[in-house]
């Protein structure tokens, strides 16, 4: 009818409209806080792989790369610093005073909870060490120069388990134990001018400085020779973490 006012707006559209709003906010609520969570994962990963890595690489002496369990998160685990399991895989080039080693470590458990003697604890830990044939050498002959200098090969014999150091026309037949959790040469025979008893406390100064350096109660547990050299492996249980007193390495956790 003409002049007749217009009829008025049906009371389901603002409501409509205030639904799909409400809607649309939580979404972008959730998609702000997911992105948040995303990048703070990627911080706290990124800041304690570089940690760890550092710490890792003052250990060993040598080049490393870490990674960490997924779960939980990580950046729970960050948060709370208890991380389920982390593992360090070194370049190969040394393990401390060991040439042409490489480790390969997986701990478990480990909590950085700093107390006033120790930064934390770790579960377990359980490492293989690979230590080449040229890296005994090498070894050898930078740590025992009046028997090392006259070493000219390392080569081992997997069918026997035993390593044998060429000397030219001589050399000692030697053959990797474990005693009492420490990694040791002993010596089976030698051939040429030198003693056997000189040959093998010369042998023992060196796994002795080897083995004492090892930190975190590492010990370890088997020994076997390949056709390349010698891999072992080694262990800790409820080890306490240094502080920076006693390890300088481990002053940035």
């Known amino acids: 009818m003409p002049g007749a006012p217009p009829p008025p707006d049906s009371p389901r559209a ?3 409209r205030n639904r799909q709003s409400i809607v649309l906010i ?37 080049g490393a790369a870490v990674s960490f369990g997924v779960n939980p998160p990580f950046l ?29 470590v997986t701990l478990a458990d480990v909590r950085l909870h700093e107390s006033e003697n120790s930064k934390g604890t770790i579960g377990s830990l359980n490492a293989t060490l690979r ?22 090969g390392v080569r081992t014999d997997r069918v026997a388990g035993t390593v044998i150091l060429d000397a030219g026309d001589n050399h000692v037949t030697a053959k990797p134990v474990v005693t009492d959790g420490d990694l040791n040469l002993e010596v089976l025979g030698v051939t040429g001018p030198l003693p056997k008893e000189a040959v ?3 042998l ?13 109660g590492i010990h370890a547990d088997s020994v076997d020779v390949t056709d390349s050299g010698v891999v072992g492996k ?12 006693a390890n300088p390495c481990f002053a940035r956790l």
């Open 26 to 62: 939580a979404m972008i609520v959730l998609a702000l806080l997911a992105g948040g969570l995303a990048g703070g994962e990627l911080y706290a990963r990124h800041r304690a792989d570089t940690i760890l890595v550092e710490v890792a690489e003052c250990v060993v002496e040598d």
């Open 76 to 104: 729970w685990q960050y948060a709370t610093g208890d991380y389920t399991n982390i593992s360090v895989t070194t370049d190969g080039n040394r393990v401390q005073s060991a040439n042409g080693m490489t480790a390969e």
């Open 131 to 152: 230590w080449t044939s040229n890296g005994i050498k090498d070894t050898v002959a930078e740590n025992l120069p009046g028997v090392g200098n006259l070493i000219t």
């Open 204 to 216: 023992n100064d060196l796994t002795k400085k080897l083995n004492d350096n090892y930190p975190l």
């Open 14 to 16: 603002p409501r409509r």
């Open 234 to 245: 080694f262990s800790s249980h409820n080890a306490s973490i240094p502080n920076e007193d």
């Open 200 to 202: 093998q406390t010369a």
